[in-house]
């Protein structure tokens, strides 16, 4: 007999999600807008405390809304985390626009101000700082927010991961000029795929909400004096996102509870430790990843294969963006200074910190709906391996 899927993080439905369906289909708003999208859009706003809201088809098209309302255009300098999904890249490359990596810290995996600092140095005038809170974690949005501001470049919040985790009191997102979250099927409350773009600037997001729908000029025929975009959310995939989030809470201390699980279970071991927290912030430990120590003799693919014979998914660490075949023209700020510029120099292959982490880490089985039975097999089965 096959063995049980153990997932890394699949969705988790309660039954409000369908009960907002029905209503769209019983009163025939099965468009993409209606009244779930701007109930969606003011229920994101009362959790995060954000002022506006645009509910989107995905996480990256607020990503590639945000660069289009800051006016990117070809040519323009963007500092983005090096250790991300490259749907934080991708929207920078459809505007021409030409990403410039930052490399991560150590304390908690995010792009490091340090690096931040240096890059200016090289590239004085980027248009825009894109940050994202990997995992679930809060990066060091302090110093980060002071570098932008002295620098008096915008920052647009990748949060697309970190949905409920907060730094210093307040949710991860709205720090920035725009924030960004997904929906996406995996991540901590899903609507099947779609995205939110927030800001404080309510002309903004109006004006996201305009160019997510074809961008339709105010006249009765169809005038058009603006690219358009088919980006709006739908009515359908907002109600299951309505139902969610009444559970966003729930899901974020039951991912937090795997966290605790795993780092209790490893404690004794000392080769493992799991994913650095932010000790200004609470993460909403989306993935909880571990960490191998330097030399270890368990490699990270090891640990994948053991548990991928008892039917258990993992995941590698996202590979760092300028480590990708697609992006390696671009270049990568460390603590240290430029990649390109320092392999020219000390001639030879430069570990940046995201790359070590990427080498070393490993994303766990974090799905909320794991069994104690669930947890302590993959426990057993990690721990045998030491
Ligand atoms: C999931 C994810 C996105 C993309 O969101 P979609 O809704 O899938 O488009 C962007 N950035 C990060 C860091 C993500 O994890």
Redesign the pocket.
């Known amino acids: 007999m096959e063995k049980k899927r153990i997932y890394l993080s699949s969705p988790t439905m309660h039954g409000e999600e369908q009960k907002f369906v029905e209503e769209a289909f019983a009163t025939n708003w099965v468009a993409p807008l209606g009244p779930n999208v701007n109930s969606l859009e003011k229920e994101i706003c009362d959790y995060t405390g954000s002022k506006a809201a645009a509910a989107l088809s ?4 607020a ?1 590639h809304l945000a660069l289009k309302l800051l006016e990117i255009k070809e040519g323009d300098i963007i500092f983005v985390s090096d250790l ?2 490259s ?2 890249v991708n929207p920078i490359c459809y505007e021409k626009a030409t990403p410039v990596f930052i490399d991560s810290e150590r304390d908690t995996w995010n792009m490091d101000p340090v690096a931040l600092e240096k890059a200016f140095e090289k590239y004085p005038n980027p248009k825009a700082v894109v940050c ?1 809170h ?1 995992y679930g974690t809060p990066a060091k949005l302090q110093e980060i927010t002071t570098i932008c501001e002295k620098h008096g470049v915008p920052l647009i919040e ?1 949060a ?2 970190s949905l409920s985790a907060t730094y210093q009191g307040k949710q991860t997102g709205t720090f920035g000029k725009f924030g ?1 979250y ?3 099927g995996n ?1 901590i409350i899903t609507s099947s ?3 939110m773009l927030i800001s404080e600037d309510e002309k903004m997001i109006e004006k996201a909400r305009f160019l997510s729908t074809q961008a339709r000029d105010a006249a009765r025929h169809y005038q058009h004096s603006h690219i358009g975009y088919n980006y709006r959310m739908s009515n359908i995939v907002a109600g299951i996102g309505r139902g969610q989030l009444l559970h966003l809470e729930e899901h974020k201390h039951k991912k937090q509870k795997i966290y605790q699980e795993y780092q209790e279970a490893f404690s004794d071991i000392k080769e493992i430790t799991m994913n650095p927290m932010n000790p200004e912030g609470e993460s909403n430990c989306w993935l909880s990843c571990l960490l191998l120590a330097e030399g270890c003799q368990v490699e990270p693919n090891k640990i994948m294969d053991v548990l991928e014979e008892e039917n258990i998914e993992s995941r590698p660490i996202w590979k760092p963006m300028h480590l990708q075949p697609v992006f390696e023209a671009y270049d990568c700020i460390t603590a240290e200074g430029s990649i390109k510029d320092r392999e020219k120099i000390e001639s030879g292959h430069i570990i940046t910190v995201g790359e070590d982490i990427f080498n070393r880490g490993l994303c766990l089985p974090s799905d909320i709906k794991n069994t104690k039975e669930d947890m302590e097999k993959i426990i057993s089965l990690i721990r045998s391996l030491f």
């Not at 995905?58 to 098209?61: L, R, Y």
Request: proline share 0%; aromatic share 10%; charged share 15%.
């Open positions: 995905a996480g990256t098209a990503i991300t999904f749907a934080t994202v990997l990748d697309a991961e960004i997904s929906f996406n991540k795929g779609g995205g």
